[in-house]
C-alpha cells in the first residue's frame, strides 16, 4: 500500500524508502533493491503521493523514527528516478484517488 494515497499497487509500482541515519539525524532513503532491513514504506513514485505521505506525517508513522528529516522535493525526485520515468507517467495518469 502507497503510505500517500493509501492506494494499493503491486510492489513493482511502488517504491520502497527506509529510514537512515544522516549526518543531521535520521533522514528518508530510497530503497532501491527493495532488501533493505528493518521498516519500510511503500510510495507511488509520484510528488502527490510524497506531498501527501509528508502533510500526514505516514512516513513518521510508517517508518516509526520521530524526528526524521524529509525533504520532498529530493525525495520525488529519488522516487522518479527509482521508478523509472515511463512507469512514473502512467502511475499519475492512472492516480485518480487523490481528491
Ligand atoms: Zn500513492
Redesign the pocket.
Known amino acids: 500500500m502507497?503510505v500517500?494515497?493509501r492506494?494499493r499497487?503491486n510492489r513493482t509500482q511502488l517504491v520502497r524508502v527506509v529510514a537512515s541515519s544522516g549526518p543531521t539525524g535520521p533522514v528518508v532513503e530510497i530503497d532501491h533493491r527493495k532488501t533493505l532491513p528493518g521498516r519500510g514504506a511503500w510510495?507511488?513514485p509520484?510528488a502527490d503521493?510524497v506531498e501527501a505521505a509528508v502533510r500526514r506525517k505516514a512516513l513518521h508513522r510508517a517508518l516509526r523514527v520521530d524526528g526524521i528529516t524529509v525533504d520532498p522535493d529530493g525525495l520525488v525526485a529519488s522516487l522518479i528516478t527509482a521508478g523509472g520515468g515511463d512507469q512514473a507517467e502512467e502511475q499519475v495518469a492512472q492516480?485518480m484517488s487523490t481528491p
Do not use: I
Open positions: 502507497c500517500g494515497c492506494g499497487a510510495l507511488h509520484s503521493c492516480d
